[in-house]
Protein backbone atom coordinates (compact mmCIF):
# COMPACT_ATOMS: atom_id res chain seq x y z
CA UNK A 1 0.00 0.00 0.00
CA UNK A 2 1.87 2.84 -1.08
CA UNK A 3 -0.46 5.45 -0.19
CA UNK A 4 -0.86 8.81 -2.34
CA UNK A 5 2.13 9.04 -4.55
CA UNK A 6 3.40 12.25 -6.50
CA UNK A 7 5.56 12.70 -9.58
CA UNK A 8 7.76 14.59 -10.64
CA UNK A 9 8.96 15.20 -6.93
CA UNK A 10 11.04 18.57 -8.68
CA UNK A 11 10.52 20.18 -11.95
CA UNK A 12 12.10 23.46 -12.91
CA UNK A 13 10.05 25.42 -15.85
CA UNK A 14 10.35 28.31 -17.71
CA UNK A 15 8.25 31.48 -18.29
CA UNK A 16 4.84 30.06 -20.82
CA UNK A 17 6.01 26.60 -20.14
CA UNK A 18 3.19 23.79 -19.62
CA UNK A 19 3.18 20.66 -17.43
CA UNK A 20 0.96 17.99 -14.98
CA UNK A 21 1.72 17.46 -11.90
CA UNK A 22 0.77 13.48 -11.68
CA UNK A 23 -0.76 12.10 -8.30
CA UNK A 24 -2.30 8.66 -7.70
CA UNK A 25 -3.40 6.91 -4.75
CA UNK A 26 -3.85 3.70 -3.87
CA UNK A 27 -6.41 3.67 -1.05
CA UNK A 28 -9.77 3.67 -3.00
CA UNK A 29 -10.66 6.98 -1.48
CA UNK A 30 -12.90 8.77 -3.02
CA UNK A 31 -12.19 12.21 -2.09
CA UNK A 32 -8.77 13.89 -3.07
CA UNK A 33 -7.15 17.63 -2.78
CA UNK A 34 -3.86 19.30 -4.53
CA UNK A 35 -2.42 21.94 -2.04
CA UNK A 36 0.24 24.68 -2.46
CA UNK A 37 2.18 25.70 0.34
CA UNK A 38 4.61 28.82 -0.14
CA UNK A 39 7.78 29.59 1.89
CA UNK A 40 6.19 29.82 5.60
CA UNK A 41 3.17 29.51 4.66
CA UNK A 42 0.20 26.90 5.28
CA UNK A 43 -1.28 25.19 2.74
CA UNK A 44 -3.62 26.72 -0.18
CA UNK A 45 -6.65 24.24 -1.35
CA UNK A 46 -6.11 24.71 -5.58
CA UNK A 47 -9.05 22.05 -6.44
CA UNK A 48 -10.67 19.05 -4.88
CA UNK A 49 -12.79 16.37 -6.15
CA UNK A 50 -15.34 14.03 -4.50
CA UNK A 51 -15.11 11.46 -6.80
CA UNK A 52 -14.46 10.46 -10.20
CA UNK A 53 -15.39 12.48 -12.67
CA UNK A 54 -16.59 15.73 -10.42
CA UNK A 55 -14.03 18.38 -9.64
CA UNK A 56 -14.22 21.96 -7.90
CA UNK A 57 -12.84 24.51 -7.44
CA UNK A 58 -10.72 25.70 -3.90
CA UNK A 59 -9.19 28.75 -2.93
CA UNK A 60 -6.43 29.62 -5.30
CA UNK A 61 -7.30 28.04 -8.94
CA UNK A 62 -6.57 30.57 -11.37
CA UNK A 63 -3.59 29.16 -13.23
CA UNK A 64 -4.65 25.35 -12.86
CA UNK A 65 -6.61 22.58 -14.09
CA UNK A 66 -7.90 19.13 -12.86
CA UNK A 67 -9.78 16.10 -13.79
CA UNK A 68 -10.27 13.18 -12.35
CA UNK A 69 -11.14 10.00 -14.82
CA UNK A 70 -10.60 7.48 -12.11
CA UNK A 71 -10.98 6.97 -8.58
CA UNK A 72 -7.14 6.36 -8.13
CA UNK A 73 -5.55 9.74 -10.42
CA UNK A 74 -5.98 13.42 -10.28
CA UNK A 75 -3.49 15.09 -12.09
CA UNK A 76 -3.23 18.61 -11.80
CA UNK A 77 -2.31 21.13 -14.98
CA UNK A 78 -0.64 23.79 -15.11
CA UNK A 79 -0.60 26.05 -18.41
CA UNK A 80 1.38 29.10 -19.18
CA UNK A 81 3.36 28.53 -16.14
CA UNK A 82 4.36 32.08 -14.30
CA UNK A 83 7.07 32.53 -11.27
CA UNK A 84 4.15 32.81 -8.68
CA UNK A 85 3.45 29.34 -9.75
CA UNK A 86 6.56 28.91 -7.97
CA UNK A 87 5.72 26.33 -4.68
CA UNK A 88 5.42 23.14 -3.45
CA UNK A 89 2.20 21.33 -4.24
CA UNK A 90 0.72 18.58 -2.14
CA UNK A 91 -1.81 16.08 -3.30
CA UNK A 92 -4.51 14.29 -0.61
CA UNK A 93 -6.35 12.24 0.18
CA UNK A 94 -9.48 11.23 2.34
CA UNK A 95 -11.65 8.40 2.75
CA UNK A 96 -15.65 8.82 3.21
CA UNK A 97 -16.23 5.30 4.40
CA UNK A 98 -16.41 4.83 8.37
CA UNK A 99 -15.69 7.37 10.72
CA UNK A 100 -16.04 10.77 9.31
CA UNK A 101 -12.96 12.45 10.05
CA UNK A 102 -10.93 15.29 8.24
CA UNK A 103 -8.01 13.14 8.29
CA UNK A 104 -5.81 13.72 4.79
CA UNK A 105 -3.63 11.61 3.75
CA UNK A 106 -0.54 13.92 2.03
CA UNK A 107 1.67 12.64 -0.61
CA UNK A 108 5.13 13.92 -0.37
CA UNK A 109 4.87 17.13 -2.21
CA UNK A 110 6.53 18.40 -5.89
CA UNK A 111 8.48 21.03 -5.65
CA UNK A 112 8.14 23.27 -8.71
CA UNK A 113 10.27 26.56 -9.42
CA UNK A 114 9.16 28.34 -12.57
CA UNK A 115 11.69 30.65 -13.79
CA UNK B 1 -12.00 36.75 5.71
CA UNK B 2 -11.96 34.79 8.32
CA UNK B 3 -8.76 32.74 8.79
CA UNK B 4 -6.73 30.61 11.44
CA UNK B 5 -3.82 31.81 12.65
CA UNK B 6 -0.69 31.17 15.40
CA UNK B 7 0.38 32.82 17.98
CA UNK B 8 4.22 31.90 17.93
CA UNK B 9 6.25 30.98 14.75
CA UNK B 10 8.95 29.00 16.62
CA UNK B 11 9.33 27.21 19.77
CA UNK B 12 12.30 25.90 21.16
CA UNK B 13 12.10 23.19 24.05
CA UNK B 14 14.74 20.74 25.61
CA UNK B 15 13.82 17.16 25.40
CA UNK B 16 12.12 16.18 28.08
CA UNK B 17 10.09 18.88 28.12
CA UNK B 18 6.15 19.20 27.58
CA UNK B 19 5.48 21.26 24.71
CA UNK B 20 2.26 23.86 23.93
CA UNK B 21 1.60 24.76 20.61
CA UNK B 22 -0.93 27.16 19.83
CA UNK B 23 -3.65 28.15 17.75
CA UNK B 24 -6.45 31.18 17.47
CA UNK B 25 -9.56 30.85 14.82
CA UNK B 26 -11.49 33.67 14.57
CA UNK B 27 -14.34 31.57 12.21
CA UNK B 28 -17.30 30.99 15.15
CA UNK B 29 -19.17 28.68 12.87
CA UNK B 30 -15.90 26.06 12.90
CA UNK B 31 -17.59 22.99 13.77
CA UNK B 32 -14.03 20.41 13.82
CA UNK B 33 -10.14 21.35 14.19
CA UNK B 34 -7.54 19.04 13.47
CA UNK B 35 -3.75 19.24 13.81
CA UNK B 36 -0.78 17.95 11.48
CA UNK B 37 2.73 17.28 11.94
CA UNK B 38 4.86 18.24 8.81
CA UNK B 39 8.55 17.48 9.01
CA UNK B 40 11.43 18.61 6.57
CA UNK B 41 10.74 17.50 3.18
CA UNK B 42 7.32 15.96 3.63
CA UNK B 43 4.04 15.59 3.18
CA UNK B 44 2.02 17.06 5.97
CA UNK B 45 0.64 13.98 8.96
CA UNK B 46 -2.65 14.17 11.25
CA UNK B 47 -2.32 13.84 14.48
CA UNK B 48 -5.33 14.17 16.40
CA UNK B 49 -8.87 15.75 15.62
CA UNK B 50 -11.67 17.48 17.74
CA UNK B 51 -14.88 18.14 17.40
CA UNK B 52 -16.43 21.50 18.58
CA UNK B 53 -18.83 19.43 21.16
CA UNK B 54 -15.51 18.89 22.96
CA UNK B 55 -13.15 20.91 24.86
CA UNK B 56 -10.08 17.93 25.40
CA UNK B 57 -8.96 14.84 22.92
CA UNK B 58 -6.29 12.95 23.99
CA UNK B 59 -3.82 10.69 21.95
CA UNK B 60 -0.64 9.04 22.48
CA UNK B 61 1.59 11.62 23.93
CA UNK B 62 -0.79 14.58 22.49
CA UNK B 63 -3.75 16.24 23.91
CA UNK B 64 -5.84 18.88 22.01
CA UNK B 65 -7.74 21.26 24.03
CA UNK B 66 -10.38 23.61 22.60
CA UNK B 67 -12.07 26.72 24.09
CA UNK B 68 -14.52 28.06 21.87
CA UNK B 69 -15.25 31.14 24.63
CA UNK B 70 -11.65 32.59 23.16
CA UNK B 71 -11.73 31.21 19.93
CA UNK B 72 -8.84 29.13 21.18
CA UNK B 73 -6.80 25.51 19.87
CA UNK B 74 -3.69 24.35 21.46
CA UNK B 75 -1.40 21.31 21.17
CA UNK B 76 0.32 19.57 24.47
CA UNK B 77 2.67 17.27 23.53
CA UNK B 78 4.34 15.13 26.98
CA UNK B 79 7.82 14.21 26.96
CA UNK B 80 8.85 16.00 23.48
CA UNK B 81 11.63 14.25 21.78
CA UNK B 82 14.12 15.14 18.89
CA UNK B 83 11.49 13.57 16.67
CA UNK B 84 8.84 15.55 17.39
CA UNK B 85 10.35 18.67 15.49
CA UNK B 86 8.68 19.44 12.95
CA UNK B 87 6.47 22.35 11.52
CA UNK B 88 2.97 22.36 13.40
CA UNK B 89 -0.61 23.14 11.55
CA UNK B 90 -3.95 23.75 13.22
CA UNK B 91 -7.04 23.61 10.16
CA UNK B 92 -10.42 24.14 10.57
CA UNK B 93 -13.32 23.19 8.78
CA UNK B 94 -17.08 24.44 8.44
CA UNK B 95 -19.02 21.12 7.79
CA UNK B 96 -17.94 19.01 5.22
CA UNK B 97 -14.36 18.28 5.69
CA UNK B 98 -14.10 19.93 2.23
CA UNK B 99 -12.28 22.65 2.23
CA UNK B 100 -9.76 22.71 5.30
CA UNK B 101 -8.33 26.36 6.22
CA UNK B 102 -5.21 25.54 7.29
CA UNK B 103 -2.83 28.09 9.91
CA UNK B 104 0.37 29.18 8.90
CA UNK B 105 2.35 26.79 11.18
CA UNK B 106 4.45 26.99 14.67
CA UNK B 107 8.08 25.34 14.33
CA UNK B 108 8.95 23.03 16.99
CA UNK B 109 12.64 22.73 17.69
CA UNK B 110 13.79 19.89 20.37
CA UNK B 111 17.39 20.05 21.82
CA UNK B 112 18.70 17.30 23.20
Known amino acids: NAGVTQTPKFRILKIGQSMTLQCTQD?????MYWYRQDPGMGLKLIYY???????DKGEVPNGYNVSRSTTEDFPLRLELAAPSQTSVYFC??????????????FGEGSRLTVL | GESVGLHLPTLSVQEGDNSIINCAYS??????FIWYKQESGKGPQFIID?????DKRQGQRVTVLLNKTVKHLSLQIAATQPGDSAVYFC???????????FGTGTRLLVSP
Open chain 1, 27 to 31: MNHNY
Open chain 2, 27 to 32: NSASDY
Open chain 2, 91 to 101: AENKGGFQKLV
Open chain 1, 92 to 105: ASRSDRGRSTGELF
Open chain 2, 50 to 54: IRSNM
Open chain 1, 49 to 55: SVGAGIT
